[in-house]
């Protein structure tokens, strides 16, 4: 037997002359575990040393497979769900048809999966994290509770009760938030919204002056905001003014109605209804007017009283208490507004005061309704007999005309109603035609009415018969 030594890590044993065997033994880190080499290489053919025919392309292979490995390990977390596998030659493929699905930068940007190259793949915290973010969804937050073994605990948190706190309004801003409150309600005439505004302040000892910071304002006002003020002080009472409230706000109107009639010479009297509507109402006690018998030196006050107290004891003209404003506006009904227009005709007609009528139909408030005003003036002067009915009622719409109070569009659609109706009004005047076309060139002639009006003037037609040396002809003529 003989022995050969080479290397040492590498022993060569003769079994026969003809044929040597080698025992190698490789000690490579890692290649053992991956299996690249094999324990027993035959290298000699005929006495020549042949090398290893596999080694080089097995660690090409193994390092490509290692490779992919760790590519699609990295890129399981965001692929994750899209079917990656490594097939046995350590090539990726992906899907079963081997196509892949389009991805977008933005969906990369607004992914939540880990990229730490660990874990399933799922969303970092339950989906619960990320800016702006306040728990997993369906998530249901309870009230925590104290700790009592945290450092900062203190026995005073358990019995706090937390509310909100308006601060008092200062007597300097009182008036500059209440006139806009009061102001808006004459509007809208919501009781509703003033109580709720009125509500979320912190009046405090100022309630009181609610009431006549209303009634002041109202003074200077229309019958209807009037109306509209009564009304606010009955919703008002019991639900943020109490009854003693009230009888402090009309004393204090009491006492300043000599400043109050500088600036509305009829305040005493005006006040007076709302101490009567105010009882009416049952915000004031019908004892109030009792306690100032004896008492008042002011004569505006005393007139003031004395026409509250006339208000209870009778009836004005079949109106009752409730009633001393009037109905508003547009609130009273179409056949009472034609019934005052046609009142209002006939003692102008009886007077000839332009002024007082002008200041009758502005007390109306129904500037959208003066059409029916125009209408029954010209009827009057077509039921008229003579001239003086029409010159006053000329005079009247051309006064009303200069003044504004009746605008161009009321005038025309009372003109053109009177057109419609002429067909129906001549049968009661047969005149009507005529005295019509008279009225509508005056009308033109002094500058209310326009020539495109004037030429929709209906006119009757009627056939009759001329003179005999006509031979007996007849002919279409008009009045």
Same mark, same amino acid.
Request: hydrophobic residues 35%; neutral net charge.
């Given at each position: 037997?003989?022995?050969?030594?080479?290397?040492?890590?590498?022993?060569?044993?003769?079994?026969?002359?003809?044929?040597?065997?080698?025992?190698?033994?490789?000690?490579?880190?890692?290649?053992?575990?991956?299996?690249?080499?094999?324990?027993?290489?035959?290298?000699?053919?005929?006495?020549?040393?042949?090398?290893?025919?596999?080694?080089?392309?097995?660690?090409?292979?193994?390092?490509?497979?290692?490779?992919?490995?760790?590519?699609?390990?990295?890129?399981?977390?965001?692929?994750?769900?899209?079917?990656?596998?490594?097939?046995?030659?350590?090539?990726?493929?992906?899907?079963?048809?081997?196509?892949?699905?389009?991805?977008?930068?933005?969906?990369?940007?607004?992914?939540?999966?880990?990229?730490?190259?660990?874990?399933?793949?799922?969303?970092?915290?339950?989906?619960?994290?990320?800016?702006?973010?306040?728990?997993?969804?369906?998530?249901?937050?309870?009230?925590?509770?104290?700790?009592?073994?945290?450092?900062?605990?203190?026995?005073?948190?358990?019995?706090?009760?937390?509310?909100?706190?308006?601060?008092?309004?200062?007597?300097?801003?009182?008036?500059?938030?209440?006139?806009?409150?009061?102001?808006?309600?004459?509007?809208?005439?919501?009781?509703?919204?003033?109580?709720?505004?009125?509500?979320?302040?912190?009046?405090?000892?100022?309630?009181?002056?609610?009431?006549?910071?209303?009634?002041?304002?109202?003074?200077?006002?229309?019958?209807?905001?009037?109306?509209?003020?009564?009304?606010?002080?009955?919703?008002?009472?019991?639900?943020?003014?109490?009854?003693?409230?009230?009888?402090?706000?009309?004393?204090?109107?009491?006492?300043?109605?000599?400043?109050?009639?500088?600036?509305?010479?009829?305040?005493?009297?005006?006040?007076?209804?709302?101490? %009567? =509507? $105010?009882?009416? #109402?049952?915000?004031?006690?019908?004892?109030?007017?009792?306690?100032?018998?004896? +008492? @008042? /030196?002011? &004569?505006? %006050? =005393? $007139?003031?009283? #004395?026409?509250?107290?006339?208000?209870?004891?009778?009836?004005?003209?079949?109106? +009752? @208490? /409730?009633? &001393?404003?009037?109905?508003?506006?547009?609130?009273?009904?179409?056949?009472?507004?034609?019934?005052?227009?046609?009142?209002?005709?006939?003692?102008?007609?009886?007077?000839?005061?332009?002024?007082?009528?002008?200041?009758?139909?502005?007390?109306?408030?129904?500037?959208?309704?003066?059409?029916?005003?125009?209408?029954?003036?010209?009827?009057?002067?077509?039921?008229?007999?003579?001239?003086?009915?029409?010159?006053?009622?000329?005079?009247?719409?051309?006064?009303?005309?200069?003044?504004?109070?009746?605008?161009?569009?009321?005038?025309?659609?009372?003109?053109?109603?009177?057109?419609?109706?002429?067909?129906?009004?001549?049968?009661?005047?047969?005149?009507?035609?005529?005295?019509?076309?008279?009225?509508?060139?005056?009308?033109?002639?002094?500058?209310?009415?326009?020539?495109?009006?004037?030429?929709?003037?209906?006119?009757?037609?009627?056939?009759?018969?001329?003179?005999?040396?006509?031979?007996?002809?007849?002919?279409?003529?008009?009045?």
């Amino acid at each position: 037997m003989l022995l050969l030594c080479i290397s040492p890590s590498l022993a060569l044993v003769a079994k026969s002359s003809n044929k040597l065997t080698i025992e190698a033994s490789l000690n490579l880190s890692g290649d053992e575990e991956n299996g690249i080499y094999t324990n027993n290489i035959k290298n000699e053919i005929n006495g020549n040393w042949i090398s290893a025919p596999t080694s080089s392309s097995s660690i090409h292979e193994a390092r490509l497979k290692a490779k992919a490995k760790r590519r699609l390990r990295k890129t399981s977390s965001r692929d994750s769900g899209r079917g990656d596998s490594l097939s046995d030659n350590g090539d990726v493929s992906r899907g079963t048809n081997g196509t892949v699905p389009p991805t977008s930068p933005k969906s990369k940007l607004l992914d939540r999966k880990s990229r730490a190259g660990k874990g399933r793949g799922l969303p970092k915290k339950g989906g619960a994290g990320g800016k702006g973010v306040w728990g997993p969804p369906g998530e249901v937050y309870d009230l925590e509770e104290v700790d009592v073994k945290d450092p900062n605990y203190d026995e005073a948190q358990e019995s706090c009760v937390y509310a909100t706190v308006v601060p008092p309004l200062e007597e300097g801003d009182f008036e500059k938030t209440i006139t806009p409150i009061v102001q808006e309600y004459f509007e809208h005439g919501d009781t509703n919204e003033v109580a709720e505004l009125l509500a979320e302040l912190n009046l405090g000892s100022m309630s009181s002056g609610v009431p006549v910071l209303a009634v002041s304002l109202a003074l200077e006002a229309k019958a209807s905001h009037r109306e509209l003020t009564s009304r606010l002080l009955t919703y008002l009472c019991g639900r943020v003014l109490s009854h003693k409230d009230v009888e402090s706000s009309f004393d204090k109107l009491l006492r300043e109605l000599p400043d109050l009639v500088l600036d509305t010479p009829g305040a005493a009297q005006l006040v007076g209804q709302f101490i %009567a =509507r $105010a009882v009416r #109402d049952k915000i004031l006690s019908k004892s109030y007017l009792d306690g100032y018998k004896g +008492r @008042v /030196d002011c &004569v505006h %006050a =005393r $007139a003031a009283l #004395d026409r509250a107290a006339v208000l209870l004891k009778m009836r004005m003209d079949g109106l +009752r @208490v /409730d009633k &001393v404003w009037g109905a508003g506006g547009g609130q009273r009904p179409v056949t009472q507004l034609v019934k005052e227009m046609t009142l209002l005709l006939k003692e102008y007609i009886l007077s000839g005061d332009n002024q007082e009528a002008e200041r009758c139909l502005r007390e109306l408030e129904v500037p959208h309704f003066h059409h029916e005003f125009v209408y029954e003036a010209v009827v009057m002067v077509l039921e008229s007999k003579g001239e003086k009915t029409l010159k006053m009622v000329l005079q009247l719409l051309k006064f009303l005309w200069v003044s504004s109070v009746i605008t161009v569009d009321q005038m025309r659609r009372g003109y053109e109603r009177v057109y419609m109706d002429i067909a129906e009004i001549n049968i009661d005047v047969p005149r009507a035609y005529f005295i019509l076309e008279h009225f509508v060139d005056k009308s033109f002639s002094a500058g209310f009415i326009c020539e495109n009006l004037r030429d929709l003037c209906p006119s009757r037609g009627r056939k009759r018969f001329v003179s005999e040396g006509d031979g007996g002809r007849f002919k279409l003529e008009s009045y």
